[in-house]
Structures are given as C-alpha cells and as structure tokens.
C-alpha cells in the first residue's frame, strides 16, 4: 500500500485519533504535515499554515524524498526551496527536529508508536520572491537567514524523451 493524500471530505474522519487505526499494521503511520506558514516566537508557534494528512505512509520506505513529494503535491509546486521540521504529536514545540536528510527520516519515524501512530512535519516555504499559495497571503514566506541550510526539494514527473 502506498501513502496518500487524505481528501478534504475525509480530513476529520478519525476525530481526536487522527489516523486509521494501525494496530494491525505496524509499519505504517500518518504524517500530519503543516505547511505555508511560520515560525514565530524563538519557534514556539507555527503560524499561517494549513495542514493536510498524508495515510498509510510506510516506515520502511520513507525517506526526505517522499517527505518533499508530500510537500510539492500541496503546494502545488514541483520545485521549492523549504525547510522541514518534525516532532512527535505528544511533545511540545521546544522537541522539534530538523528533517533535512534519511537519516532525520529514521528518528522521525522512530516516533512512531501504537499510542501515537503520526508524526507532525512542518513545511517552511524559504524564498527571496514571495509564493503564493491558494488561500494564504503572500507574506507567508520567509527569507532564510545566509547561515541557514536550504533544502531544495525538486520532483520530476517520469516522461518520455522526444523522438524526432
């Protein structure tokens, strides 16, 4: 089974839980992912973000990549400049973590449990032109500051090369 977008009818299916039940499969989770926002407050608040949930993501197989996917398929973009972030649904916001490679991947998903079975990944969109996002003002972007390591997520659908 592959993860998937969860659909805007289905966005409060699970109530207080937040997830399918996946006691009977243990290799899976939720990401709760959090984009076109920012962090305000030393980043001890997110704001300005919508939220999607991404289902049946499988421990084994995921990886910065999929993350960035996940990503793109929200914003609408196939290439942007974020920073990712991630914590447990259980910890505050000073436990929050950098995702910028597979090794972060595999503490992220090491927070899976049967208890919480999702994680909650931040998405900050980083440019020095604003993006726009459907439904969110164009001042929700940030300008990383020249120390600060950009991850650069690009998705590139399968084609064909032309034939001439």
């Not at 919508?50 to 421990?59: L, Q, R």
Request: charge should be negative.
């Amino acid at each position: 089974m592959e993860w998937f977008r969860r659909s805007k009818e289905n966005m409060h299916k699970y109530g207080d839980a937040e997830c399918p039940n996946y006691k009977d499969y243990p290799s899976f989770f939720t990401i709760k992912l959090y984009y076109g926002g920012h962090f305000e407050n030393l980043n001890s608040k997110f704001v300005g973000y919508k939220i999607d949930y991404f289902d049946f993501c499988n421990v084994d197989l995921m990886s910065i990549f999929e993350v960035g996917s996940m990503v793109s398929e929200c914003i609408g973009r196939k290439s942007a400049g974020i920073e990712l972030y991630f914590k447990a649904p259980n910890e505050g916001m000073e436990e929050i973590g950098k995702l910028e490679n597979d090794a972060d991947v595999l503490v992220m998903t090491g927070l899976i449990s049967e208890k919480h079975p999702y994680v909650e990944v931040f998405a900050v969109l980083i440019s020095t032109e604003p993006i726009g996002i459907e439904g969110l003002p164009i001042g929700n972007t940030q300008t990383a500051p020249p120390s600060s390591p950009i991850v650069v997520i690009s998705v590139n659908e399968d084609s064909e090369a032309d034939e001439d």
